[in-house]
């Protein structure tokens, strides 16, 4: 069996940066434990499954595919950097001729469209709570250290905890910041968190200007101890940061060793807007 199968970089217009997602493309039905074991052969945050709704759809010419997304250790409900990956297949290596592609996933349909040089997923938008820092104590010491919190907040629909590092910090202390979330593990057994993610204030001034908002994101529970761009957790990060800057429209920069940018639009219909480039860097087949 024979499976066309590419490495996209996502959010990044150059190589070996942004976050990189295996996507597949299924001409059949997939054994179920395969997704998996391919999965964890690939061995990258995602592997991206795209397989036809109907027996004479087609990679080129239809606009409507399931979407199924796995870490080297488990299924998940949502990706957006894998999401961005197989749109860049369809529309770039398929050729394919729709300008709006849909996907049915576990977090519902997803569309994702092309505007000039950019792709723009249409995701859900999730809310976050104020969260008690007595309940996550130790996770964010774990985490941070003596670093000093500005705000708590927590995604009941997606169990990722926002921590919000205090506005003197500047972004060199959140890239120079040493994780090690092997240790989350044992400091969160609930089962409530499932992300973590730290977060800063853009900085009006200096030589990074123009990013609204700065984030690293870990999840060592789903197998990722770092990841490089992470959509879904900006799906979080775009609702806490439109409330925090009263702004619908942000450029955001994942601050990870591979790094990445996001453009970000809240929509009136609850959902967001998160746009980024993609850089093709592999492409296959899976051979078994």
Not at 190 to 201: D, E, M, N, P, W
Request: with cysteine; charged share 25%; aromatic share 8%.
């Amino acid at each position: 069996m024979q499976i066309p199968t590419f490495t996209v970089d996502a959010f990044t217009d150059r190589p070996f940066s942004g976050n990189p997602a295996a996507v597949c493309l299924l001409e059949n039905d997939l054994n179920e434990d395969l997704h998996q074991k391919i999965a964890t052969e690939m061995n990258l945050s995602e592997t991206a499954f795209i397989r036809k709704l109907q027996p004479g759809d087609d990679f080129t010419k239809s606009s409507c595919f399931g979407l199924r997304w796995f870490t080297p250790a488990n299924e998940v409900p949502l990706c957006g950097h894998a999401t961005l990956a197989a749109a860049a297949v369809l529309f770039h290596i398929q050729k394919n001729t729709n300008a709006v592609l849909t996907f049915v996933t576990l977090s519902g349909e997803l569309k994702a469209r092309r505007v000039e040089d950019h792709i723009v997923l249409d995701l859900p938008l999730y809310l976050t709570y104020p969260q008690v820092l007595q309940e996550v104590e130790d996770l964010i010491k774990a985490a941070i250290g003596d670093m000093i919190v500005q705000d708590l907040r927590y995604s009941p629909d997606t169990k990722k905890l926002l921590v919000r590092l205090s506005d003197a910090y500047e972004r060199s202390a959140l890239e120079e910041l040493q994780v090690n979330a092997q240790r989350f593990l044992s400091t969160e057994k609930t089962g409530k968190v499932k992300g973590l993610i730290l977060t800063l204030k853009g900085n009006s001034s200096g030589k990074h200007k123009g990013h609204d908002f700065y984030s690293r994101y870990f999840s060592p529970w789903y197998g990722i101890l770092e990841d490089p761009v992470t959509g879904s957790a900006h799906a979080v990060l775009s609702s806490y940061w439109s409330e925090q800057l009263g702004k619908k429209e942000m450029l955001a920069f994942q601050c990870s060793r591979r790094g990445g940018e996001l453009k970000i639009s809240l929509r009136n219909d609850g959902r967001v807007d998160i746009a980024g480039q993609i850089a093709i860097v592999l492409k296959g087949n899976l051979t078994f």
